[in-house]
């Protein structure tokens, strides 16, 4: 086995690594064989898989921050497939931050869905794939090399699709996956285009050797990777314009838009670009266009993130929306920012979907916020836990999301980017605004469940309130439904109360942070020209204040007492008065409808109804065709007359007399 | 009656003519005793052109070739006829297109 | 030369009549005609002996065959012609291929340069070895053709064997028997057949 020529780590042999990174899978394949005689045994032995490798990831950490000369963490070589394509396992911070999100967040999150899933019929296969999920993105996360960060890329995507379409009985269910999963692997077509460019340059798949070899790339050829590794990360990411799969993608049950949707695989674009850092350093085109993007897409998230009625679909949005914050950070080149923002992400937005979920839960599968009303008195410990998420996320100083979002917009704008730094503020003031409007509609207000839905403005009222509309068919439950013991969802929510609160006083102090001192021998410096250092206070007051703007538009819409006593004719109102634009998403489904899908689907009936039958068909058909035209033509000589066969004896003499009269005479 | 002698060409043409009479009246007739004397005309066509350039060459290998000839088709015109009595045994009457069990 | 356009013309034409006559006698008497003129022409030729061998065994013994099978069949009511003409425009290809194939024939043979070929004596000189008589053909064919000669002499033995034996005797057809059982047992197989193809 050879060491790639510029390994990253440290290079050794790490058992426990083998442990984290096969342990899910083993969990995995045994649910998947066994899965139905452990019935719901199943929850306990998927939680214990990703609990083990939490611990074993804590007890890795140091060999993950161990540096020595030049080379941080923990590298252990797999094999070789033939020389410039080593395949190992690369445990440095980088990989340990996110490892320490999946399993721990994971781990969190397969012990909710005991609760949330109990008496589901198909309660083991759940287990079964959220294992492998955890599989597969430590896959991602613990390659060396980019043909490793492929195949969990496209594991990560798989999985996805089985979670989405976990109940494979409701048709939109079964669709979203379809459209998260084939929108997926234009972003695989993406990487895979980029492994390409970089083996044709560097002759190498892992990191090492292609950061040691930048050189090796001209700048337009640089740019190219990047922008073909970017396709991929906002495929994975949802960023715009391939977005257009996580909302429908809140289908799948809520765990797992909790823990895939939310914290881990939507990270997986950032994670990519931040490894590899040394090329975005290397082209600022392409931090350029990453930065756009990323601001963009938070800005365009926040905006839908106004117009839903699903809690789940606002989420989804909020999601999207902060994704872009992270991808416009590491655009810029601030990685650090970056990785923060993951983390506090991670914790709060997961904090924010298990909270709904314990609200769907309780209300026998409802949705639609407007259906709901005045919880704050009914579940209370849903009440704090959703306003612990919804105030970190806002960005209120002393909550862990407002460390993140300011270090992103303070590094956004020191690296020479105003405009985008505007975007991101204002971004954050409509963040706020959404937030609360989902708050205060959801907790505040009188109870609107035994509400007409189309006094509401509900538009498919046969489906708003029942079962069948979020998820769990009546028949897949089992007759006993037996109630989990609650402390399995609720658990869960207060555990991650402390790092939705805390997390983020790791970044306290800026420069001299743990936070940033952690991360110093990872990421190269970015230094761009017109950068503009503001006063920290400076900018977290006005911030704040774009906050408490965003605030206080939600209150006086939303929360104030006259308000909420109006509050069905209001939501009526809005609902009904809803712009389409908003409504259909910028039309961004109808246009990839429109531009992708109606053409393939035609150029497939041309095929198929024309192509196929006369070209292919056709001559298959006819070469049949013609043997039996043939057949019947000499077969016609066969006339049984005695005659006509002389007569053709004859005509055989005759060719032949000619031949030796006429022609072997001229010779 | 040798001063009749004509051109050579003239005895190959006059074959020629009467071996394709005897090939269109083999095509051309139902009654099998006319196809076999057709058969007899063509034979004796080739026997013309044996026997003319017997003369051509000064060499009588032709008259013994035409001889052998008319030997043959002497047998041959026996064992026809045998045959056309036999088919005639079995319906009375004797038509070549009767034998078409070869139709395909 | 009238005397060959003459003889050329009346074979032609009893060979015309042969094939055409309506009636089998006809024939046999236009081929008689026909054979006598080609006996003549060989006799041009210096081809004696074989111009009487012409007559005696062509006209004098197979015709006389044909006219005694001629006969034997026409002891039936209408032994000829009876079913329908399967072939009734056959003639006319048969004519286009003869003529074409004349022309190809006569055409090769003008244009053909016969040369320095040595002329056999003319005249019927009285000599026994003269070219063309029957000592001439009788030395060639008992010396330097016999072996023909002999194998020629089997050809008829089998030729007459084989006329025995087809036309000998005369056997009473068999007795047609009822059809045994298992010739029944076949006629079940076409059925699924025919109701896979309905």
Same mark, same amino acid.
């Given at each position: 086995?050879?060491?790639?020529?510029?390994?990253?780590?440290?290079?050794?042999?790490?058992?426990?690594?083998?442990?984290?990174?096969?342990?899910?899978?083993?969990?995995?394949?045994?649910?998947?064989?066994?899965?139905?005689?452990?019935?719901?045994?199943?929850?306990?032995?998927?939680?214990?898989?990703?609990?083990?490798?939490?611990?074993?990831?804590?007890?890795?950490?140091?060999?993950?921050?161990?540096?020595?000369?030049?080379?941080?963490?923990?590298?252990?070589?797999?094999?070789?497939?033939?020389?410039?394509?080593?395949?190992?396992?690369?445990?440095?911070?980088?990989?340990?931050?996110?490892?320490?999100?999946?399993?721990?967040?994971?781990?969190?999150?397969?012990?909710? #869905?005991?609760?949330?899933?109990?008496?589901?019929?198909?309660?083991?296969?759940?287990?079964?794939?959220?294992?492998?999920?955890?599989?597969?993105?430590?896959?991602?996360?613990?390659?060396?090399?980019?043909?490793?960060?492929?195949?969990?890329?496209?594991?990560?995507? %798989?999985?996805?699709?089985?979670?989405?379409?976990?109940?494979?009985?409701?048709?939109?269910?079964?669709?979203?996956?379809?459209?998260?999963?084939?929108?997926?692997?234009?972003?695989?077509?993406?990487? %895979?285009?980029?492994?390409?460019?970089?083996?044709?340059?560097?002759?190498?798949?892992?990191?090492?050797?292609?950061?040691?070899?930048?050189?090796?790339? #001209?700048?337009?050829?640089?740019?190219?990777?990047?922008? +073909?590794?970017?396709?991929?990360?906002?495929?994975?990411?949802?960023?715009?314009?391939?977005?257009?799969?996580?909302?429908?993608?809140?289908?799948?049950?809520?765990?797992?838009?909790?823990?895939?949707?939310?914290?881990?695989?939507?990270?997986?674009?950032?994670?990519?670009?931040?490894?590899?850092?040394?090329?975005?350093? +290397?082209?600022?085109?392409?931090?350029?266009?990453?930065?756009?993007?990323?601001?963009?897409?938070?800005?365009?998230?926040?905006?839908?993130?106004?117009?839903?009625?699903?809690?789940?679909?606002?989420?989804?949005?909020?999601?999207?929306?902060?994704?872009?914050?992270?991808?416009?950070?590491?655009?810029?080149?601030?990685?650090?920012?970056?990785?923060?923002?993951?983390?506090?992400?991670? +914790?709060?937005?997961?904090?924010?979907?298990?909270?709904?979920?314990?609200?769907?839960?309780?209300?026998?599968?409802?949705?639609?916020?407007?259906?709901?009303?005045?919880?704050?008195?009914?579940?209370?410990?849903?009440?704090?836990?959703?306003?612990?998420?919804?105030?970190?996320?806002?960005?209120?100083?002393?909550?862990?999301?407002?460390?993140?979002?300011?270090?992103?917009?303070?590094?956004?704008?020191?690296?020479?980017?105003?405009?985008?730094?505007?975007?991101?503020?204002?971004?954050?003031?409509?963040?706020?605004?959404?937030?609360?409007?989902?708050?205060?509609?959801?907790?505040?207000?009188?109870?609107?469940?035994?509400?007409?839905?189309?006094?509401?403005?509900?538009?498919?009222?046969?489906?708003?309130?029942?079962?069948?509309?979020?998820?769990?068919?009546?028949?897949?439950?089992?007759?006993?439904?037996?109630?989990?013991?609650?402390?399995?969802?609720?658990?869960?929510?207060?555990?991650?109360?402390?790092?939705?609160?805390?997390?983020?006083?790791?970044?306290?102090?800026?420069?001299?942070?743990?936070?940033?001192?952690?991360?110093?021998?990872?990421?190269?410096?970015?230094?761009?020209?017109?950068?503009?250092?503001?006063?920290?206070?400076?900018?977290?007051?006005?911030?704040?204040?774009?906050?408490?703007?965003?605030?206080?538009?939600?209150?006086?819409?939303?929360?104030?007492?006259?308000? %909420?006593?109006?509050?069905?004719?209001?939501?009526?109102?809005?609902?009904?008065?809803?712009?389409?634009?908003?409504?259909?998403?910028?039309?961004?489904?109808?246009?990839?409808?429109?531009?992708?899908?109606?053409?393939?689907?035609?150029?497939?009936?041309?095929?198929?109804?024309?192509?196929?039958?006369?070209?292919?068909?056709?001559?298959?058909?006819?070469?049949?065709?013609?043997?039996?035209?043939?057949?019947?033509?000499?077969?016609?000589?066969?006339?049984?007359?005695?005659?006509?066969?002389?007569?053709?004896?004859?005509?055989?003499?005759?060719?032949?007399?000619?031949?030796?009269?006429?022609?072997?005479?001229?010779? | 009656?040798?001063?009749?002698?004509?051109?050579?060409?003239?005895?190959?043409?006059?074959?020629?003519?009467?071996?394709?009479?005897?090939?269109?009246?083999?095509?051309?007739?139902?009654?099998?005793?006319?196809?076999?004397?057709?058969?007899?005309?063509?034979?004796?066509?080739?026997?013309?052109?044996?026997?003319?350039?017997?003369?051509?060459?000064?060499?009588?290998?032709?008259?013994?070739?035409?001889?052998?000839?008319?030997?043959?088709?002497?047998?041959?015109?026996?064992?026809?006829?045998?045959?056309?009595?036999?088919?005639?045994?079995?319906?009375?009457?004797?038509?070549?297109?009767?034998?078409?069990?070869?139709?395909? | 030369?009238?005397?060959?356009?003459?003889?050329?013309?009346?074979?032609?034409?009893?060979?015309?009549?042969?094939?055409?006559?309506?009636?089998?006698?006809?024939?046999?008497?236009?081929?008689?005609?026909? &054979?006598?003129?080609?006996?003549?022409?060989?006799?041009?030729?210096?081809?004696?002996?074989?111009?009487?061998?012409?007559?005696?065994?062509?006209?004098?013994?197979?015709?006389?065959?044909?006219?005694?099978?001629?006969?034997?069949?026409?002891?039936?009511?209408?032994?000829?012609?009876?079913?329908?003409?399967?072939?009734?425009?056959?003639?006319?290809?048969? &004519?286009?291929?003869?003529?074409?194939?004349?022309?190809?024939?006569? &055409?090769?043979?003008?244009?053909?340069?016969?040369?320095?070929?040595?002329?056999?004596?003319?005249?019927?000189?009285?000599?026994?070895?003269?070219?063309?008589?029957?000592?001439?053909?009788?030395?060639?064919?008992?010396?330097?053709?016999?072996?023909?000669?002999?194998?020629?002499?089997?050809?008829?033995?089998?030729?007459?064997?084989?006329?025995?034996?087809?036309?000998?005797?005369?056997?009473?057809?068999?007795?047609?028997?009822?059809?045994?059982?298992?010739?029944?047992?076949?006629?079940?197989?076409?059925?699924?057949?025919?109701?896979?193809?309905?």
């Amino acid at each position: 086995m050879t060491v790639p020529a510029h390994p990253l780590g440290l290079e050794g042999s790490y058992p426990l690594l083998f442990l984290i990174w096969l342990l899910p899978l083993f969990g995995a394949i045994l649910l998947w064989a066994l899965g139905p005689r452990f019935k719901s045994f199943a929850g306990p032995i998927g939680s214990t898989m990703i609990g083990v490798a939490f611990l074993a990831t804590l007890a890795e950490w140091h060999d993950a921050t161990a540096i020595s000369g030049g080379l941080a963490g923990a590298h252990q070589t797999l094999f070789t497939w033939m020389p410039g394509f080593t395949f190992g396992l690369l445990f440095d911070r980088l990989a340990l931050i996110w490892t320490l999100v999946i399993t721990g967040v994971g781990f969190l999150i397969h012990v909710y #869905s005991m609760g949330y899933l109990a008496g589901d019929k198909a309660f083991a296969r759940f287990f079964a794939y959220l294992n492998f999920f955890i599989f597969a993105m430590l896959t991602l996360v613990l390659s060396d090399n980019f043909a490793g960060l492929l195949v969990g890329w496209g594991l990560v995507g %798989l999985a996805s699709y089985f979670l989405i379409g976990f109940w494979f009985f409701k048709p939109t269910a079964v669709a979203a996956a379809r459209k998260a999963f084939v929108i997926n692997v234009v972003g695989d077509v993406g990487i %895979l285009f980029a492994i390409v460019a970089i083996v044709a340059h560097v002759g190498s798949i892992s990191y090492g050797d292609t950061f040691a070899q930048i050189a090796a790339f #001209s700048p337009h050829d640089l740019f190219i990777v990047c922008l +073909a590794l970017f396709i991929g990360c906002a495929a994975k990411s949802a960023q715009v314009p391939l977005h257009t799969w996580l909302p429908d993608a809140m289908e799948g049950p809520t765990p797992v838009s909790a823990l895939i949707h939310a914290a881990t695989m939507v990270t997986a674009g950032v994670y990519l670009i931040a490894r590899c850092a040394p090329l975005w350093t +290397a082209s600022a085109d392409a931090r350029e266009l990453v930065g756009v993007i990323g601001a963009l897409t938070a800005i365009a998230g926040a905006v839908l993130g106004v117009a839903q009625w699903d809690i789940k679909r606002i989420l989804a949005y909020s999601t999207m929306s902060q994704i872009g914050y992270m991808i416009m950070a590491v655009g810029v080149g601030a990685f650090d920012s970056g990785v923060l923002h993951f983390l506090t992400h991670a +914790a709060f937005k997961a904090q924010l979907f298990l909270g709904a979920g314990i609200i769907i839960h309780n209300l026998n599968n409802e949705q639609d916020v407007r259906l709901m009303g005045g919880l704050r008195k009914t579940m209370p410990f849903a009440f704090i836990a959703m306003l612990t998420g919804v105030l970190s996320i806002c960005g209120i100083p002393g909550f862990s999301g407002s460390f993140s979002k300011d270090a992103i917009l303070t590094a956004t704008l020191a690296h020479g980017h105003p405009w985008l730094y505007a975007i991101g503020v204002l971004t954050a003031g409509i963040t706020a605004y959404y937030m609360f409007r989902l708050f205060f509609i959801v907790f505040f207000g009188p109870y609107r469940g035994n509400v007409d839905p189309s006094d509401l403005g509900v538009r498919h009222p046969e489906l708003a309130g029942t079962a069948a509309s979020a998820g769990h068919h009546p028949e897949e439950m089992d007759a006993h439904h037996a109630h989990a013991p609650a402390w399995l969802m609720s658990g869960p929510v207060a555990i991650l109360i402390v790092p939705t609160v805390l997390i983020g006083w790791l970044a306290f102090g800026g420069a001299d942070s743990p936070w940033t001192k952690f991360w110093e021998p990872v990421f190269p410096k970015v230094s761009e020209a017109g950068g503009f250092v503001m006063p920290e206070l400076a900018g977290t007051l006005l911030v704040l204040a774009v906050v408490l703007a965003g605030f206080a538009v939600a209150y006086l819409r939303y929360g104030a007492p006259k308000v %909420l006593a109006q509050s069905v004719p209001r939501l009526r109102t809005e609902s009904v008065r809803m712009p389409p634009v908003l409504a259909n998403a910028y039309y961004f489904d109808a246009a990839i409808d429109a531009l992708f899908v109606r053409p393939s689907m035609l150029l497939g009936r041309f095929f198929g109804s024309i192509v196929d039958p006369l070209v292919i068909e056709g001559v298959v058909h006819e070469t049949a065709h013609t043997a039996g035209w043939l057949g019947h033509l000499f077969r016609s000589f066969q006339t049984g007359l005695v005659r006509v066969y002389a007569l053709s004896i004859a005509l055989g003499v005759a060719c032949f007399a000619i031949y030796y009269v006429v022609i072997g005479a001229a010779r | 009656m040798t001063q009749w002698l004509a051109p050579m060409e003239s005895y190959i043409a006059l074959s020629a003519v009467m071996f394709f009479l005897g090939v269109v009246g083999v095509i051309a007739r139902r009654n099998p005793l006319i196809v076999l004397m057709s058969i007899e005309l063509m034979f004796n066509a080739a026997n013309l052109a044996l026997v003319t350039f017997a003369k051509l060459w000064a060499n009588n290998t032709g008259h013994i070739f035409a001889f052998l000839v008319i030997t043959v088709a002497a047998a041959e015109a026996a064992i026809g006829l045998a045959i056309v009595v036999v088919a005639f045994r079995k319906q009375q009457y004797v038509d070549v297109d009767e034998a078409s069990v070869l139709k395909g | 030369m009238i005397a060959f356009w003459l003889l050329s013309f009346a074979l032609i034409a009893t060979g015309v009549f042969t094939i055409t006559a309506g009636k089998p006698v006809y024939s046999v008497v236009g081929l008689l005609g026909n &054979f006598v003129i080609l006996a003549i022409l060989y006799l041009t030729l210096n081809a004696e002996f074989l111009a009487v061998i012409q007559i005696v065994v062509y006209s004098g013994a197979i015709l006389i065959l044909f006219l005694f099978v001629i006969a034997l069949l026409s002891s039936g009511v209408k032994p000829f012609d009876i079913g329908p003409d399967r072939a009734p425009r056959i003639g006319v290809p048969a &004519f286009v291929f003869a003529l074409i194939g004349l022309c190809v024939i006569v &055409f090769s043979v003008v244009r053909a340069a016969v040369t320095g070929a040595p002329n056999a004596p003319e005249g019927i000189t009285g000599q026994a070895d003269a070219f063309g008589s029957v000592g001439d053909f009788g030395v060639a064919l008992f010396t330097k053709n016999l072996l023909p000669f002999e194998v020629t002499a089997l050809l008829l033995m089998v030729a007459v064997i084989g006329v025995v034996l087809l036309a000998g005797d005369e056997k009473p057809a068999p007795p047609r028997r009822k059809p045994h059982a298992r010739d029944l047992e076949r006629e079940p197989i076409v059925k699924p057949v025919e109701k896979l193809i309905r």
